[in-house]
Structures are given as C-alpha cells and as structure tokens.
C-alpha cells in the first residue's frame, strides 16, 4: 500500500512576491565593495596578529 506522506515542502513552499526589488545603483555597489573591502584587510591584519 502506498502511505501519504505529510511533507513539510507545503508549508516552506514561497509565497507570491507582493513588490518587486529595486535594483543597486553603481554607487551602491562601489560603497558595499569598499565596506567589504576594509573588512577584509583588517581581517587579515587581526589574523597576522593572532597567529605570528
């Protein structure tokens, strides 16, 4: 006999988008890469320290 499974895909299932997303600007995505940027060098200069 075949069992009916209660799967959880129904409940995680997307639900329809009520607005639509705006796109980043250049300039937003030159500020984001700046942040992540000094992010990643002090980062590294932590990680030099920590581990010398």
């Known amino acids: ?17 009520v607005k639509q997303e705006k796109a980043i600007t250049q300039k937003q995505w030159v ?10 060098f002090l980062a590294v200069i932590a990680g030099a320290i920590i581990f010398s």
Not at 9 to 17: D, M, S, W
Not at 31 to 40: A, E, H, S, T, Y
């Open 31 to 40: 500020n984001i890469d700046r942040v992540v940027m000094i992010i990643l």
């Open 1 to 17: 006999m075949l069992i009916k499974l209660n799967l959880l895909t129904h409940t995680f299932a997307r639900h329809e988008r």
